[in-house]
């Protein structure tokens, strides 16, 4: 099938990963993960066309598995807590796994058959453009969206301040998209004013969605990034690097503080929206529940009754959702899978650069574990995935090509 062939696949699949977000899919008449809106679409479309380009690959090369082989133990481990918690666990509403965790390791299955026979840099060329017109794209739709107080893409929300949407549906999941790609582009641009357009749409961005926990995670990743704490056994406080942290602290200063776009974050010490009391009073569920529930997890239906009696609506740490529906053992085998899987992966985007991959690592997990995005149905990291896997390539077969001007072989690709 033509959508399947390797010039069109990993398009399609990067598309609807970073542009295919709950609102844009709400006004295609597609309700993800809604209730009341079926078991179909439980799924995130990414999920489908994953399964069905896996079967159309496995076929096509004989069931060769190749590079997913070294990501067995994460895609095992997924596995087994998915199955878990469909089986002899408690809880309900968990098959979020298969597109958070799960389809990124379809990604990497099927993403090494670009480079079958034929490198194909052009392919990840356009996969690197289309990933930076998307970081772009998202965060200029996030300005306008607050300036002109109006959603293009709207989902069900009960925010009482405005917060933009964008193409990724709640703030907070838009956030951990930004974060990552800022980083991850900054790191590699090497022109100031360029760095600078970089921080300042972010930073704008971030102010639009009203995330205070993703501008104080982004502003540390800057800063790390910027100064390179004891680079080569020095400190690195060159005056290129002053001036982008000075520029860094006054772009957020005047954002939240001088413009529109800071509305919700300057709100914080004179509008309760329970965004911090929900945070503390989700560990008063603890001491309602039994040292078995804490370790193998807890009842769906004591979940609920615990988060009524709580004043609890939405519990905003995946860590302690992840808690509560598989248990401490089962969480902490998923947690330390997915940490080594995100290590790898940083590790593509960056060789040569240990510092630049721990920066990246750390300022994620912290973002990520100030909401519940990776617990409930997101493709940030099919995103983050296809992008380290381009930036590898592109990084392979650049110089191979300028010195080789012949077309170059090769089997396939070492992720």
Known sequence: MVIFDKKWFPLIVTMLCVFAGPGVLFMLKYPLGEAGGGAIFRFHPV?????????????????HIGELKKYYGFTLCVLIVLIYSL????????LFLFNVLFCPSLIIFNFQFINYKTINIKIWKQLMFVLQFFFYAECILAILEHVIHAKLFPINETAILFRSNAFQGHPLNNSLFLI?????????????????????LTVGALASFGVRSGLVTYSLGITLISLK??????????????????????SVVYIVFYTPLGAR???????????????????????YISLQDIIWGVPQETI????????????????????????????????????????????LAFPVKEYERLVMLCVF?????????????????????????TQYNILRYRPVIKKKPRPVQAELVNF
């Open 47 to 63: 999920s489908y066309f994953l399964v069905l380009l896996t079967i159309y690959n496995l076929v096509r090369y004989n069931y």
């Open 87 to 94: 089986t002899f666990g408690s809880s309900k509403g968990n």
């Open 180 to 200: 990552f790609f800022s980083l991850f582009f900054y790191s590699y641009e090497k022109t100031f004013v360029k760095r600078m357009i970089i921080i300042g």
């Open 229 to 250: 704490f004891m680079e080569n056994g020095k400190f690195n406080f060159s005056m290129k690097n002053i001036a982008t942290l000075v520029i860094l602290v006054l």
């Open 265 to 287: 974050i300057t709100s914080a010490g004179t509008f309760n929206d329970n965004s911090s009391s929900v945070r503390y009073g989700v560990y008063n569920m603890f001491n």
């Open 304 to 347: 609920d009754y615990l988060m009524y009696i709580n004043g609890i609506e939405i519990i905003e740490n995946f860590w302690i959702i992840w808690i509560f529906k598989y248990g401490v053992v089962f969480t902490v085998y998923l947690g330390i899978s997915f940490i080594l899987f995100f290590y790898r992966m940083t590790k």
């Open 365 to 389: 997990l912290l973002a990520a574990s100030s909401n519940n995005s990776l617990a409930v149905n997101t493709t940030v990291i099919c995103a983050i995935t296809i992008l380290c896997l």
